[in-house]
């Protein structure tokens, strides 16, 4: 609970109208999350204008709106006119809510791939030296071992101080949190400051939203930016940055803080060589300080160890000792849908994976390569409504390593699902080898039916797309959908 006028002190307003000496109870931009004392914010968006929700909100209970258009409402009601309502919003959540970020340790993991993973395997290094954590990411929120559903990688500004104020009230000391380049470009993150940024990769993805991959790279930075500029609350700032990647040297320049650059080339200052895999381990010695050290883990893919460096890098940063996360790192076992091996006593390997984009595709496909024994037999499509130009170039990477191949559907969302199955089929027929095949199987079922139906002994089926997601978005409906219940199922019956 606040007062309104210390609320109303936070803000640059352009007029007020009605009582100010009330006591607030919840702040939301969601007409259907208001109740009684609320203040309610009145958002202008691309498609759906809060102002036209006031009437909804006041019945429901709001006693404050914020708005920035002329509204008529009850005398009893507390109208405070601005500008701008979202970047009121930045400023007036964070502060309602009285920062809860500043109360725990954060730490912030973007990058195209690998996010997910790595705040797992942080959030699992911490818990095993007695930290209380939360994650927010793309699978779910986690407060300590309760897990609870998300909608975005991340929230926006209000469910996201909601629920960081939740972790503070639970007792939580860090939080790790997936933040996307949607959330720093359009601000989601307002009014959180992270103590370690960490960067994973830079690839193909999102351009529907960022027009250009200079976009999307200042998205990412802004993370990096924020980490290390003046007027912070907290001490003991870091950043973990992949200098294997294209853009890791572009990333270092754009923080001041102090950095662990992490390679599998020799080129960091924590640097992974001698790597070992199978179809589920991984062993390799990791470098740091002048220090050796022999890894192993219940996870494979040279992409996983990239990962496994990123998590390592960002609790160094936090002061962790590189033996306690060598012990941690032995019980860590694989995120659902993140290069998941699915065992129904078959003699051949079945691995679901949420690979969504060229350069996800490419290290699941790289991992099959490394560790096949015979075929790599590949299930995959693409996402409508999203960046069209990855298509071609993912079937061009299924092609590429695949020996046989099923283009299906993924979420076709609004867009005719054989449209984007054609869009895909032109990359793989450009790069498709002699001796490799493909089919068209738009029902996705289906696809992971005649895949597994294909496979024989010493083969590896990667069914890639959607990974944890128990869902498939069509046009007019959202129906249950589980690659992982699908290969089950298409197994047993085999």
């Known amino acids: 609970m606040k007062s309104l006028t210390d ?27 208001v109740t009684n004392s609320s203040l309610f914010i009145a958002l202008d968006g691309a498609t759906v204008d809060g102002h036209d929700y006031i009437d909804k909100a006041v019945a429901a209970g709001a006693v404050a709106i914020i708005v920035s258009k002329p509204v008529q409402v009850n005398d009893d009601v507390c109208v405070i006119t601005v500008k701008d309502t979202r970047a009121a919003m930045m400023v007036v959540v964070p502060s309602f809510f009285d920062y809860p970020a500043n109360k725990m340790r954060m730490i912030g993991v973007t990058g195209t791939n690998g996010k997910t993973t790595t705040t797992h395997m942080i959030r699992h290094i911490l818990k095993n030296q007695g930290h209380k954590v939360g994650v927010i990411g793309t699978v779910h929120i986690m407060i300590g071992d309760t897990s609870y559903p998300i909608h975005n990688t991340t929230p926006d500004v209000v469910d996201l101080q909601h629920i960081l104020h939740q972790m503070v009230e639970e007792g939580v000391t860090y939080c790790v949190m997936e933040v996307s380049s949607h959330a720093l470009a359009l601000g989601r993150v307002a009014g959180v400051e992270f103590d370690t940024a960490v960067f ?13 991959f200079e976009n999307y790279l200042a998205a990412k930075c802004k993370l990096f930016e924020q980490v290390s500029s003046s007027n912070q609350h907290k001490s003991n700032k870091g950043a973990v940055i992949n200098i294997d990647d294209a853009y890791g040297e572009r990333v270092v320049q754009k923080t001041k803080a102090p950095t662990i650059t992490y390679s599998a080339q020799g080129k960091g200052t924590l640097n992974a060589s001698d790597i070992q895999m199978s179809t589920k381990m991984s062993d390799y010695t990791v470098q740091y300080n002048g220090e050796i050290y022999r890894v192993s883990m219940n996870t494979t893919g040279l992409f ?42 078959q003699d051949f390997a079945v691995v679901v994976d949420y690979a969504h984009t060229p350069d996800g595709l490419e290290n699941i496909l790289q991992t099959a390569q490394s560790i096949k024994e015979k075929r ?10 999203r960046d069209a130009t990855k298509r071609p170039i993912m079937g061009r ?27 895909v089929e032109v990359g793989v027929k450009e790069a498709l080898r002699d001796g490799t095949s493909y089919k068209v199987i738009v029902d996705r079922r289906d696809a992971i039916n005649h895949a597994i139906g294909a496979a024989k002994s010493g083969d590896i089926v990667i069914i890639a797309g959607k990974g944890h997601e128990d869902y498939q978005i069509l046009k007019d409906q959202t129906i249950h959908f589980d690659d992982r219940e699908e290969a089950r199922r298409a197994l047993k019956e085999i």
């Not at 609320?7 to 999350?33: F, M």
């Not at 990239?306 to 002061?319: D, V």
């Not at 299924?398 to 969302?413: C, F, H, L, M, Q």
Request: hydrophobic share 40%.
């Open 304 to 345: 996983n160890v990239y990962n496994t460096l990123a998590a390592i890098g960002a609790c160094l940063q936090e002061g962790i000792s590189m033996e306690a996360i060598d012990t941690a790192l032995k019980t860590f076992s694989a995120v659902p849908g993140r290069f998941e091996l699915i065992e129904e006593g």
């Open 376 to 385: 790599i037999i590949v299930v995959f499509g693409c996402g409508g409504d």
């Open 200 to 212: 994973t990769n830079l690839t193909q993805d999102h351009l529907d939203f960022h027009k250009t």
């Open 397 to 423: 990477i299924a092609a590429k390593y695949g020996d046989i191949i099923y283009v299906t559907s993924d979420n076709p969302r609004t867009e005719d699902p054989i449209q984007i199955v054609k869009d």
């Open 7 to 33: 609320i109303i002190r936070t803000l640059e307003v352009t007029s007020i109208i009605g009582p100010q000496d009330l006591e607030i109870t919840d702040i939301t931009a969601d007409s259907r999350a």
